[in-house]
């Protein structure tokens, strides 16, 4: 597949999307997030793949927003299609079968910060900043910052922080629960494919199990305690489940097909 403003690339299971406008400090124009979109579905309809490691090209930016030269002068009509076909892209990465691991190396702000709060788990390097600079141009956040930031943070740090805008550094997002680590730069694509490498070696289906499970909780229209029922059982029909069950009575490590 070509793309004009991502590269991907596969290595040991692990599909690589990288945001690749590092002049523009990979801000997220329209084409850059459909882009994002299609290649975590290609990732997640490619069998050899485990988990998707996302990141930003350069060391200054993961992304530093939506691209505000693009929706300058935007009717309301554009950016109520901008923003929705964005939040569809973003919540295809919350609901990708396979975990996306953010590899946050620098700003992650507006839309960027956005695009980390989609995925499963965030990696960021100790230079990351983190913000939601939204109300400093008129506007609010556009691609579920509002929400997601509330799942993560709580009511009063997400609205603080969209209210003030304020630029956090890396340390600051890991004490308010936005980041799972921080890491020094140069070990950051590192310690995301550890994560990634680990959670490959599970059972495929039942991590696609568990990611629709914990997002049920947030769907108001689920029960997240039936979703786990229903997905618990599901996962008696597997291949897997034998052989993982079958694998601890043996004392032998599991070897998990997808199946
Ligand atoms: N949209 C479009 N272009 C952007 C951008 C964005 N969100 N963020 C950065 N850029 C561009 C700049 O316009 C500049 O382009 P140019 O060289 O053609 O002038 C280039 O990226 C480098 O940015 P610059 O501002 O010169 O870097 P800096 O180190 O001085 O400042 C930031 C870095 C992140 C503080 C600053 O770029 C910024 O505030 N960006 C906007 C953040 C924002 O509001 N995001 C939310 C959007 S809804």
């Not at 459909?34 to 060391?59: H, K, P, Y």
């Not at 340390?171 to 680990?198: C, D, F, S």
């Not at 008696?236 to 097909?257: H, I, P, W, Y």
Request: hydrophobic residues 40%; charged residues 25%.
């Amino acid at each position: 597949m070509n793309y004009n403003n991502i590269l991907t690339e596969k290595v040991d299971g692990i599909f690589t999307i990288t945001i690749n406008r590092p002049d523009k400090l990979n801000a997220l124009n329209y084409e850059t997030i459909q882009e994002i979109g299609m290649a975590v579905r290609f990732a997640n309809d490619d069998d050899d793949v485990r988990g998707i490691l996302l990141t930003g090209s350069g060391e200054k930016a993961f992304a530093a927003g939506a691209d505000i030269s693009e929706f300058a002068a935007f009717s309301r009509d554009e950016a109520e299609k901008l923003s929705r076909d964005g939040n569809r892209v973003f919540t295809s990465i919350e609901h990708s079968k396979k975990p996306v691991v953010a590899a946050i190396n620098g700003f992650a702000l507006g839309g960027g910060c956005e695009l980390a709060m989609s995925c499963q788990i965030r990696v960021a390097s100790e230079t990351a900043r983190f913000g939601q600079p939204e109300v400093n141009l008129g506007l609010t956040p556009g691609y579920a910052g509002t929400q997601r930031l509330v799942q993560l943070v709580g009511k009063g740090k997400a609205l603080e922080f969209l209210m003030t805008a304020d630029m956090i550094p890396a340390a600051e997002a890991h004490r308010l629960g936005l980041v799972n680590h921080v890491v020094p730069q140069a070990e950051l694509i590192a310690k995301a494919k550890e994560i990634l490498t680990k959670i490959g070696t599970k059972a495929p289906l039942a991590i696609a199990a568990v990611i629709r499970c914990v997002n049920s909780h947030f769907a108001f229209d689920e029960d997240g305690f039936e979703t786990e029922i229903r997905e618990f059982a599901g996962c008696f029909q597997s291949e897997d489940f034998k052989e993982g069950t079958q694998a601890f009575l043996e004392k032998r490590k599991a070897n998990f097909k997808g199946a």
